[in-house]
């Protein structure tokens, strides 16, 4: 079946400084990915939709500066989480889909820990 | 807007017995997808079981089973002889088919299996 891939599953960051998190579709083209954040006992609340070749498009309340999307190609998109606060500590998921297909394929999680 | 609700914050249920975890949902589309997702504690999403909107026919998946009744916007999710590894938080989530909409999740179901 369909495989996408989360790395990393778990960082430690300082305060300040960036992270990068990447997310692939291993064995399909992904036309469209999305990020979400989950906090404990929550449901997944979408942060941004990213189309390949195109800008990403960020839910109300989500700061586009502080959370990078980059869709590059078919089968990799970034999230990179800009000067991180200990606020921003989460677990971050991403899903991948092609416009044909369904359902949504998601990978296994970044838990993110910003000391 | 589309919406889910899942009506049942947390759900117990004997080792062995079927228990039903509900989901209605709001939208104005007629062609859509519907999913179960579980996640257990590792976070991982996995995918339990889906239904397409324009097939009457209920899904089914080993113990998995769905009662979809379209007209009542309804959705539910039945298992049957269930297992400890059935623990998990449990995600009723809408699909707009053919476009590269964004899952719609409700809040999810905590379900609690006792030995």
């Known amino acids: 079946g369909a495989v996408v891939s989360q790395h990393p599953s778990w960082v430690i960051c300082k305060s300040g400084t960036s992270v990068k998190i990447e997310c692939r579709s291993l064995d399909f083209q992904a036309t469209t990915m999305f990020w979400y954040r989950q906090f404990p006992k929550q449901s997944l609340m979408l942060m941004a939709t990213?189309?390949?070749?195109?800008?990403?498009?960020?839910e109300q309340g989500v700061e586009k500066d502080k959370f990078l999307i980059n869709h590059a190609s078919l089968t990799l998109s970034t999230l990179t989480v800009t000067s991180a606060h200990p606020e921003d500590s989460s677990f971050y998921i991403c899903?991948?889909?092609?416009?044909?297909?369904?359902?949504?394929?998601f990978g296994n999680g970044t838990r993110l820990t910003v000391t | 807007a589309q919406t889910v609700t899942q009506s049942q914050p947390e759900m117990s249920v004997q080792e062995a017995e079927t228990v039903t975890l509900s989901c209605t949902y709001d939208?104005?589309?007629?062609?859509?997808?519907l999913f179960w997702y579980k996640q257990p504690p590792s976070r991982q999403m996995i995918l339990v079981i889906r239904?397409?909107?324009?097939?009457?026919q209920n899904a089914t998946e080993n113990r998995f089973s769905v009662n979809f009744q379209k007209a009542a916007k309804s959705f539910s999710l039945k298992i049957s002889d269930s297992q400890l590894g059935d623990a998990a938080m449990y995600f009723c989530?809408?699909?707009?088919?053919?476009?590269?909409?964004?899952?719609?999740f409700g809040k999810g179901t905590k379900l609690t299996v006792n030995p």
């Open positions: 989530a809408w699909f707009r088919k053919g476009g590269s909409e964004k899952l719609v």
């Open positions: 990213s189309n390949e070749g195109s800008k990403a498009t960020y």
């Open positions: 239904q397409e909107a324009y097939k009457q």
């Open positions: 899903s991948a889909g092609h416009w044909r297909n369904s359902p949504l394929h």
């Open positions: 939208t104005s589309e007629s062609d859509y997808y």
